[in-house]
Every structure is written in C-alpha cells, then in structure tokens.
T-cell receptor, first 114, second 112 residues
C-alpha cells in the first residue's frame, strides 16, 4: 500500500506569512508524529497524535506552531508568522498505534523562509 | 532528559571494510533503541531495533547490541558496500508515546 505522503514537497515563503504543511499517514495507522530536521538542531520531535488527540505537544517550539488531526487520518501542521529560524525539513511519521512500533516516515516538506 | 550521542562523521571507508558507528544514550529506565538510515534523496527508514538489554537487532548485514551496562548501541557491519552510503541516525524511544529522540547522524561514504 501507499506510504506516508506529505505536501507540499517544497515551500518557500516570506517572513511573517503563515504556512500549512500536510501529512497523509498510512491507512489504518492511529499514531502520527511530526519531527523537524534542521542543520542547527538535528532531528527533533514536535508533536504526537493518537487518533485525533495530541497527548504530547512538548516539542512545539513556540505558540506560533500548531497542529491538528481530523478523522484519525490527515494531519496539518500550521506555522503562523514564519521566521527564518523556522526553515527546516518537516517530517511526518505514522505508526500502527502508540507504543514501540516502527515509525514510517514521509519524504518531508522542505520549508524555506526568506 | 533523554539524549543520544553518536560519533561525528563523515566516515569514509573502502568497499568491504568493517564499519562501526558508535552510539551512547542517556535515559531513565529502559528505552528502546533504534538505528534509522537516510539514503540520498530518500526518507528515513528503520534499519534495526532492540527493545531490551542484551537484545541484538540485525538487518541487511548490520547489527547492533543493546548494552545497558555501557548505555551503548553501536552499529556494525562486517563488509560495507557502496550502496550503504547514507546518513545513519541512532535513536531511542520510551513510554506510551514512543516519540523518538535522535542523535545528530553520521554520514557514511563508501568508495570503490
């Protein structure tokens, strides 16, 4: 079946604009994770969903970042008033359920804030 | 908090050489340990994992053993190939959420 997909693959935006990044997890996977990969910070966890609930938002770097998940499937990560330090590759992963199961990663969205 | 430290790269080896990439971790309790690989132009893929002390994870000729006494999970391969050229990430996960905490990644370049 299809893997995790993310859109757009690349996004260039001006500082101060809002952006939305989309993740389509593997069908039937109830756990969904967002990570960020940047040169300065490496790979870091942002937020985790189990179903439509987000029990762990501890990695969101500021209140400009938010995420939601609807229907236990698609998730959207929104960054408001983007800053240059938000430039990174945003990765989404899904897992069959919460717990120590393999996380399957999408190809990522490369965000560049100019 | 939890953290993972892995050797800095890049690591450059000739084909058929022996590979070791060191990884140590800091965590309370008993995390699960992982190696992920990112091939050029591709997404992160799970390479192998171990969920308890003394477990050995293995895949595609790669091995790593969960050593609690030294808090380590070193990646090894007896004979690398050019196709193994990639970035390798050591990671740990704990608890119900099992969010991954990654090391900084080690780039491996294998030449003929």
């Amino acid at each position: 079946g299809a893997g995790v997909s993310q859109s757009p693959s690349n996004k260039v935006t001006e500082k101060g604009k809002d952006v939305e990044l989309r993740c389509d997890p593997i069908s039937g996977h109830t756990a969904l994770y967002w990570y960020r990969q940047s040169l300065g910070q490496g790979l870091e966890f942002l937020i985790y969903f189990q179903g439509n609930s987000a029990p762990d938002k501890s990695g969101l770097p500021s209140d400009r970042f938010s995420a939601e998940r609807t229907g236990g499937s698609v998730s959207t990560l929104t960054i408001q008033r983007t800053q240059q330090e938000d430039s990174a590759v945003y990765l989404c992963a899904s897992s069959v359920t919460q717990g120590v199961y393999e996380q399957y990663f999408g190809p990522g969205t490369r965000l560049t804030v100019t | 908090g939890n953290s993972v430290t892995q050797m800095e790269g890049p690591v450059t080896l000739s084909e058929e050489a022996f590979l070791t990439i060191n990884c140590t971790y800091t965590a309370t309790g008993y995390p699960s340990l992982f190696w992920y690989v990112q091939y050029p132009g591709e997404g992160l893929q799970l390479l192998l994992k171990a969920t308890k002390a003394d477990d050995k994870g293995s895949n595609k000729g790669f091995e790593a053993t969960y050593r609690k006494e030294t808090t380590s999970f070193h990646l090894e391969k007896g004979s690398v190939q050019v196709s193994d050229s990639a970035v390798y990430f050591c990671a740990l996960a704990k608890g119900t959420a099992s969010k991954l905490t990654f090391g900084t990644g080690t780039r491996l370049q294998v030449t003929l």
